[in-house]
C-alpha cells in the first residue's frame, strides 16, 4: 500500500456520461498530480493541486475538470465521456510542488464503451 | 511532441546479467530525471534520480547516468533478477518552472531465468 488511495479501481461507463474519480493523497502530502495512461503510451500530465489551489496544468481536455478539497483529496471529473477517454488514471501525491518523488496511486482503469 | 522518449518499447535479460535501459531527452530546460518502476495492477513506484549537476548516481544494484551533452539517460541494473520484471519509466523536470514530470512511454523488462 503506496499511502495513496484511488477509487473505484475500475469503471465502465458509456460515451456521453459523466464519471468522477477520487484520490486520497498520501498523509501529509499537500501536492496531488492526475496523470493519464492511454494504451502504449507514457503517463501523460492532466493537472496539479497544490493545498486546495490549482498548480498546473497539462493538455487537459474541456471536458475534464478536478478539484482539490480542503481535506486534501481530489477528484477528477470526466464529461461528455468518449471512446478515446479509456486509459489508466493515475494520482500521485508529493510532500510539496517541489518534490518529485511522487508516491502514485494504484490507478482507476476507465473504459467507456 | 514527445519530450522524454524511451525507444525501446521491451528488453529481454538473463538473470544475473546486467540490464541497460536508455532515455532520451529534447528538451534542454530539463534539469532533474527520474525513474520509475511499474508492476500490473500497481502505480508507478521510484526508483532513482538524478540532478543535473551530477553524471552519475547510484543505489544497490541500481545507477544511473546522465549525459547532458547527449539528452541522454541510463539505468543499469547489476545484476538482473526475475523480481525485477516490470516496466520502467523515465521522467524528467525543469526545476526552475514547474514541478511536473515529464514521462516517457516506459521500457518493458523481462529478466529470465
Known amino acids: 500500500d503506496s499511502g495513496v488511495t484511488q477509487t473505484p479501481k475500475h469503471l465502465i461507463t458509456a460515451t456521453g456520461q459523466r464519471v468522477t474519480l477520487r484520490c486520497s493523497p498520501r498523509s501529509g502530502d499537500l501536492s496531488v498530480y492526475w496523470y493519464q495512461q492511454s494504451l502504449d503510451q507514457g503517463l501523460q500530465f492532466l493537472i496539479q493541486y497544490y493545498n486546495g489551489e490549482e498548480r498546473a496544468k497539462g493538455n487537459i481536455l474541456e471536458r475534464f475538470s478536478a478539484q482539490q478539497f480542503p481535506d486534501l483529496h481530489s477528484e477528477l471529473n470526466l464529461s461528455s465521456l468518449e471512446l478515446g477517454d479509456s486509459a489508466l488514471y493515475f494520482c500521485a501525491s508529493s510532500v510539496s510542488g517541489g518534490n518529485y518523488g511522487y508516491t502514485f496511486g494504484s490507478g482507476t482503469r476507465l473504459t467507456v464503451v | 511532441d514527445q519530450q522524454v522518449k524511451q525507444n525501446s518499447p521491451s528488453l529481454s535479460v538473463q538473470e544475473g546479467r546486467i540490464s541497460i535501459l536508455n532515455c532520451d531527452y529534447t528538451?534542454?530546460?530539463?534539469?532533474?530525471f527520474l525513474w520509475y518502476k511499474k508492476y500490473p495492477a500497481e502505480g508507478p513506484t521510484f526508483l532513482i534520480s538524478?540532478?543535473?549537476?551530477?553524471d552519475k548516481n547510484e543505489d544497490g544494484r541500481f545507477t544511473v547516468f546522465l549525459n547532458k551533452s547527449a539528452k541522454h539517460l541510463s539505468l543499469h541494473i547489476v545484476p538482473s533478477q526475475p523480481g525485477d520484471s516490470a516496466v520502467y519509466f523515465c521522467?524528467?523536470?525543469?526545476?526552475?518552472?514547474?514541478?511536473?514530470?515529464?514521462f516517457g512511454t516506459g521500457t518493458r523488462l523481462q529478466v529470465t531465468l
Open positions: 538524478i540532478s543535473s549537476i551530477k
Open positions: 528538451n534542454s530546460m530539463f534539469d532533474y
Open positions: 521522467a524528467a523536470a525543469d526545476t526552475g518552472t514547474a514541478s511536473k514530470l515529464t
